[in-house]
């Protein structure tokens, strides 16, 4: 299955199901000159620009207050694909409607290949269309978000939030939370080169840890999804689903944001294209961003707000002159070691392709998290140049704490154009010999005696790739990237960060970014688990600002 995702990168490359009728409209707008439609009566309290995986909880949060009224905006269409909701289907979403379908500029350090980036471009963006895994990152990671400037961003201050979105299946606990609207659980029918995967590795002495999102982090066990009854649980099914009846909630899919408004520094709404007409809505409080960490710093940039050397290249008038927009960039590249299997590994409906992992942390420090993860799928997973028919698994070895770093800048002012994406993979040498060191434990775990009843041949990088320089020469050749892009408006409090431990724009009044752009370090895993926690987290900062913004007015 994974082969033909492959061939459709190549492809591209050279050439929840959410009823519209759930979804509310806009009062009739009225025609003004120059084809711009004014919606003067429709004045909301917040308009959240980008219905994935933070701007729905956002929406969700904001409007459990009947008196807010909150406008979200969604570039794509509602999740009425069925695979969507058929976990094991996830690889043939990618590059359709549902996707952006985003690639990088060649990238230098990896033989010049562009890499195909999917982003979700529907209801629940990315976690519409991703592989369901459900993992938090370290401790040390938030410690570290707090150690750069960002108090109140420790793994103290955020763990309440990842426990208040789970519905865990294992129950409540001291790193778990049960009745919140996000289902949480573990693998229903994995499958059984799964399950040895994780005793190989234990018999190699690492260490078994049935949750990696509890006290440890460092070990082998199987990955908890975000499926429930065996169906995706995007942010559209958990967050939006249960509360589209809201009256004080709007919902505009197929709404592209153009441009943010202003008047001087203040934010004051939004100018959105639907069906080929532009919209302006106005908005008395904030407008919150969740476009995601290309498409966050793109609009920021659209509207003015970026570093001004570039903005006026492309005769875009300033409003604040930020150099950190879309620098920073940073993503888990990733190399896969790949076996023929001597039996069939039939996958069952529930299965999300990435069943069992391994953290393994190389760094002896004591505040060091595991910088290298494995994941074992029960597929082919390779470059297309290494594709052959039959059954197969393959260890994807991916970097956890790339030291690389890439940027997101503008092709021209207009907002249908993609962004221009340079993601430098491997600029730093320190990320390929993780990499190298990488292969070389997943080549171990391999041939475990726990796998010989399934290991056959070696298909990636093939038994002949043995030297370091051979290794090295492999990965150039065929690293890829796990799709976590994170950190293109950063946090923090240094001359390139972006928003304020509050996620305000530097700047500006009345504008949040909240989405995994804000983070100013990539986190140990996977990323969409930490992009839902940051918008349950930014939900509660900006109902603390909407009351104290209430109390100053009130009558003494």
């Known amino acids: 299955m994974l082969n033909k995702l492959y061939q459709r990168r190549r492809f591209l490359q050279n050439t929840a199901l959410f009823s519209t009728g759930l979804i509310t409209s806009l009062v009739h707008p009225r025609p003004t000159s120059a084809g711009i439609v004014e919606n003067e ?48 289907e996830w690889p043939t979403l990618l590059g359709t409607e549902v996707d952006w379908a985003y690639f990088t500029e060649e990238e230098p350090y990896l033989n010049k290949r562009k890499i195909f980036h999917p982003r979700g471009k529907v209801l629940g963006g990315s976690s519409s269309i991703n592989a369901m895994i459900y993992i938090r990152g370290n401790c040390h990671d938030y410690d570290h978000w707090q150690e750069l400037g960002n108090p109140g961003w420790s793994y103290h201050d955020v763990l309440p939030y990842f426990k208040k979105s789970e519905d865990q299946q294992r129950g409540i606990s001291l790193f778990h939370g049960v009745n919140g609207p996000l289902g949480i659980s573990d693998p229903a029918a994995p499958s059984p080169v799964s399950q040895r995967f994780v005793e190989a590795a234990i018999s190699r002495d690492y260490e078994s840890n049935p949750d990696f999102n509890g006290i440890q982090q460092s070990g082998a066990g199987l990955y908890q999804r975000t499926i429930q009854d065996g169906k995706r649980e995007s942010t559209a099914i958990a967050f939006l689903r249960p509360i589209f009846n809201r009256t004080n909630l709007t919902i505009k899919t197929g709404a592209l944001v153009s441009r943010i408004l202003f008047e001087k520094t203040r934010t004051v709404g939004v100018a959105y294209i639907q069906n080929g007409t532009e919209y302006q809505v106005r908005v008395s409080q904030e407008v919150i961003l969740s476009a995601g960490t290309f498409d966050s710093p793109q609009l920021l940039m659209l509207s003015g707000i970026g570093p001004a050397e570039h903005l006026r290249a492309l005769n875009i008038p300033v409003v604040v002159d930020l150099p950190g927009v879309g620098q920073n960039l940073q993503d888990h590249p990733m190399v896969s070691v790949a076996y023929q299997s001597l039996q069939e590994l039939p996958l069952a409906p529930s299965s999300n392709l990435g069943e069992a992992g391994l953290f393994v942390r190389t760094n002896l420090s004591l505040d060091a998290a595991p910088n290298i993860q494995l994941t074992l799928a029960p597929i082919l997973f390779v470059n297309p140049a290494f594709a052959r028919p039959g059954a197969a698994f393959s260890i994807l070895v991916i970097n956890n704490h790339p030291q690389s770093r890439g940027s997101v800048s503008l092709h021209s002012s207009n907002p249908k154009e993609p962004p221009l994406i340079r993601a430098n993979y491997l600029q730093n040498k320190s990320d390929l010999k993780i990499l190298v060191k990488g292969i070389k434990i997943a080549r171990q775990i391999a041939h475990s005696s726990r796998l010989n009843e399934f290991r056959g041949e070696e298909i990636a990088p093939g038994t002949e790739v043995s030297n370091t320089k051979a290794i090295q020469a492999y990965i150039r050749q065929a690293c890829d990237t ?56 930014a939900a509660d900062m900006i109902k603390a600002a909407q009351s104290v913004s209430q109390k100053r007015v009130l009558p003494s």
């Open 482 to 537: 796990v799709n976590h892009p994170v950190g293109t408006c950063k946090m923090g409090k240094d001359p390139m960060a972006v928003v304020d431990s509050q996620l305000r724009v530097r700047g500006i009044d009345g504008l949040r970014v909240v989405d995994a752009s804000i983070m100013p370090l990539i986190t140990t895993g996977n990323t969409n688990a930490p992009t839902i926690m940051i918008g349950e987290k």
């Open 41 to 88: 009566k429709a004045q909301y309290d917040y308009v959240v620009i980008g219905a994935g995986s933070a701007g729905s909880v956002v929406a969700n949060r904001l409007t459990e207050n009947p008196a807010t009224r909150v406008l979200l905006l969604e570039a794509g269409n509602p999740d009425t694909k069925p695979a969507i909701q058929v976990p094991v």
